[in-house]
């Protein structure tokens, strides 16, 4: 096995871009590594970058989660706005996840609702972190900093 290469990832933005991920998503954006700089980029339809640079393979690698781990996280997410209070909240997340680009609208309703924000953070981070340590080893990826999440377990 060859050695990781090694980038300086902008831990947040990828975060963030796995968060949202969503295989429903098709002719939106979809998010890259920028191997060079670290940041995520996003091209296809309505992107802030030209679809042909994808073809640079050596600058950028696409996000990607397996469809198991898609429906996993689908599941998680249907069963966590079961337990939703708020009637009004639930519905309003029910009807995001059920469109498409469904994942980011969710969490643009959860950032609304701190309590609720951090109730599904909490069970859904170690899950999330797990699937992008699992996508950087699969592309032969290794961060130049630990990811946040490591640097704050080991405090």
Not at 80 to 96: D, G, N, Y
Not at 128 to 136: G, K
């Amino acid at each position: 096995m060859r050695n990781p290469r090694v980038v300086a990832i902008d831990w947040v933005a990828l975060q963030r871009a796995f968060e949202r991920l969503d295989a429903t998503c098709e002719g939106e954006p979809h998010p890259y590594l920028n191997l060079r700089t670290g940041k995520v980029a996003y091209f296809g339809a309505n992107g802030c970058t030209n679809l042909s640079d994808t073809l640079d393979l050596d600058r950028y690698v696409a996000l990607t989660l397996s469809e198991q781990a898609l429906r996993d996280r689908h599941a998680r997410l249907r069963a966590f706005i079961a337990t939703v209070p708020e009637p009004e909240l639930s519905l309003r997340l029910r009807e995001a996840l059920s469109q498409q680009g469904g994942m980011g609208a969710f969490y643009d309703i959860l950032l609304e609702h701190p309590h609720h924000h951090a109730r599904w953070q909490r069970t859904e981070a170690p899950r999330l972190y797990a699937l992008i340590e699992e996508w950087l080893r699969s592309e032969g990826l290794e961060g130049l900093t630990a990811p946040p999440w490591r640097q704050l377990a080991n405090q």
